[in-house]
């Protein structure tokens, strides 16, 4: 074992050569700490905010670097707070000071370093681009919904070309990360914090809270006369929604160009494009673009069947743009769809070949239902343990925690009912007035069943939050 020694403000440190440690953390590790803004220990590093700059010695030459993102040297001399430094971190301050003078973190960290008012002109600005929130959902997440965005003065954080983005899947830890407030009101991305939740189910939802299935009236299973993928429910509802004129159209998905597995989201406006969209196709199918494009070509009374993560991106539409103004007269009911995972189509494709010899592409039906993945090709049922599939899992769904479409005017799975029934949950009088104008079955639901899969979904997500978490309380 080689090792490295250096000094780090006067005291000594020593650190394994092999563990390729930063100057940052060669000082934490001996209780010096420097400020930092666009740092988090289970990212790369990227040296965006300069606030960790530091001043090092070697062999006699002096030069600043910034401590997140060097390495630490065999005989590296460091000082964290020389005169140099200070003024450094004041300036760097100052300026971001004049750029979000309304920021509490940035107004502390000023405050600590002795600034007090900028020379320089105001703006009112919270973003400080230190690009923690893009590396956490490309790192962590998995998803790239959010990027850099325009260039020098114009840089911003944002969705390519600033449209709505189809890939967030609303998970909150690009806000979880966010030292500043500047994530929150991101109008093209929707995290969604615990604070939105509540927010948003007192603006749309009605009924009992329940800590395991949100706001709720009624849960019941029932079973159509529809040939669906459980009970036929949602098919079922979006027709009787059409004829009994609750709606103009429905978002729903079709598999592409009629055939094959792979999905799209369509608008459609009869029974026909209804019946055509029955069936899960456990793939995550971008959706919000379709939605703003109907919006935009003038329709207005939709409904729209999604997953949670589909769900929350239209509440938080509703919720942070004013809809009414933009497209008057619009109403969206929004069905959700029970969710654990969905899976990335090439991924599922080869592994169903690879398993059991057949072609997604030529199945009648898949369904994942008690731990199985089952697929259907020429009438013969083909089945594993899902598990087997875990490494094709979309990206973004581990950090996902709601299950039952908390934020739906009315929740639809399979879970919690007798094969062939939908479970059916109802969270707001738009919801109501659907179900009562539909005809189907009714049975009986095991609520328990359910609460388990909310728990187990919501254990994943919590397990996977935590590496964030344990970072920003370092
Ligand atoms: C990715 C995914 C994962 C799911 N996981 C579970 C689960 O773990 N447990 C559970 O109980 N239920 C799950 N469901 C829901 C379940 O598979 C059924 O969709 C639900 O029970 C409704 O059945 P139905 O017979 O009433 O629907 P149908 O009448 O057959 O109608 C199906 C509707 O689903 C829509 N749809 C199909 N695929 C998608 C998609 N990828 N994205 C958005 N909408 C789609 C169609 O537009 C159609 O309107 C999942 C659904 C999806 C899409
Ligand atoms: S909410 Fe999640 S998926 Fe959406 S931009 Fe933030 S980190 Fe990415
Ligand atoms: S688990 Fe389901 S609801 Fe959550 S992000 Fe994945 S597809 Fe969307
Ligand atoms: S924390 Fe090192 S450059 Fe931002």
Known sequence: ?????????????????EKGKTILEAAKSIGIDIPTLCYHPALEPFGACRLCSVEIEKRGRKKIVTACNYPVEDGLAVNTKSPEIIEIRKMLLELLLARCPEEGKIQR??????????????????????????????ELVGVSAINVINRGVERAIGTPYMELSDDCIGCGSCALVCPTEAIKREKNI?????????????????????????????????????????GGIVSSLLISGIKNNLFDAALVVHRKDGYGYKAEAVVVEDVAGIRRAQGTKYLRVPMMSKLEEALKAGKRRIAVVGTPCEVRAVRKIQQQRDLEREFPGVEITLLGLFCFESFDYEGLKERTKREFGVDLDKADKTQITKGKYIVTVDGEDYSCDVRAFEDVVSEGCPYCDDFVSRLADISIGSVGSTDGYSTVIVRSEVGKKLLDATEFVQAEVTKKEIVKLVRFKK??????FAVIMDGLAT
């Open 190 to 230: 929707y995290p969604t914090t615990a604070e939105d939740t509540r927010a948003i189910e007192d603006r749309f939802l009605e009924g009992e809270r329940d800590a395991e299935l949100g706001v709720y009236t009624d849960l019941i299973a029932g079973k159509s006369s529809l040939d669906g993928q459980d």
């Open 1 to 17: 074992m080689r090792v490295l020694k250096l000094e780090i403000d006067g005291k000594a440190v020593e650190v394994e050569a």
């Open 109 to 138: 960290l000023a405050h600590e370093h002795g600034v007090v008012k900028p020379r320089f002109k105001l703006e009112d600005e919270r973003c400080i681009l230190c690009g923690l929130c893009t590396r956490v959902c490309e």
């Open 459 to 464: 254990k994943r997500a919590d397990k996977n």
